[in-house]
DNA sequence: CGACTATACCGTATTACATCA
DNA sequence: GCTGATGTAATACGGTATAGT
């Protein structure tokens, strides 16, 4: 978790103490009258001392409304170009504003200082849900090297078998035992490849298919597949820590996702 | 010192408005 | 001009951290 910037409060409160304008919810909801979605009735934009409407927008326009929902914020403007580089580049820099540069970029755009940090939290949320996306990319196209890679070394066993039919099996025989330092023979490598649940390339009759982003209902039997544990194992560790919460802020793509900053490759357990 | 309170900030979901095709 | 899709500013809400009482 990163670190949050709190303002240190300075002031000595005091029972009865009227807290300061907050530019948060708490204050903003303390009321908390029946709050509805699309019902602000506290509506801070229209409260801020400081907050000096759009130079176009007469936002009393709105008093008197007389729909269903009323308190719409007429008063909404998109932030200028400059604005928004502004914000960008600072963004770039840091994800989380500091109050003191909170206040301080606020004042060189004209915003109020809530505005700022609302900007920064939807940038933040657009920017995971746009990281969300580009991982889920690669993990795909990971996945479908993986497949099709599976495909390959199935069809070259069936040559395999096809081509010795008595004979046992070079690939996998002796030297997937002989790590155990025994001789091993024909038959036994044999029972063990169809007793064996990790030798078990045969046994997935439908094989491997390609994900593709339209097909959900394909990445959903992907994602439980019992057929082949070694790979969803090998795609999310037992632990579900790939999947945890917990560790999606440390999911910034030069992580867990950036293989080009390493050689390896997670299929390298099949090679 | 621990409980309580107030405040600030966060992520997420949602709403409402602006803009564009 | 109307409409649906999309982008985005703003709000709501629940949660957490911190500081003061």
Known sequence: MPPRYREKSTVGYHAGYKAPQTEDKKAATKPLQSVRPGEDPT????????????????????NGATTSRKKKNKNKRRFSDEQIKSLESMFESETRLEPRKKMQLAKELGLQPRQVAIWFQN???????????????????SYNSLASRFETLKKEKQA??????????????????????????????????????RLSIERSEHGLGVLSDEDSSIKAEYFELEEEPNLISMVEPADGSLT????????????????????????????
């Open 244 to 271: 945890s919460q917990e560790d999606w802020g440390s999911l910034d793509s030069d992580g867990l996702f950036d293989q080009s900053s390493s050689d390896y490759q997670w299929w390298d357990f099949w090679a």
């Open 160 to 197: 395999l078998v096809v081509q010795k039919p008595g004979e046992e099996g070079d690939c996998q025989g002796p030297a997937v035992n002989s790590r155990e330092g025994k001789s091993v023979n024909a038959d036994t490598t044999k029972g063990e490849s169809e007793t064996n649940p």
């Open 123 to 141: 940038k933040r949320a657009r920017w995971k849900s746009k990281q969300l996306e580009r991982d889920y990319s690669i993990l795909r196209a």
């Open 43 to 62: 509506s801070k934009m229209f409260e801020e001392e400081e907050y000096s409407p759009s130079e176009t927008e007469p936002f009393s326009c709105m």
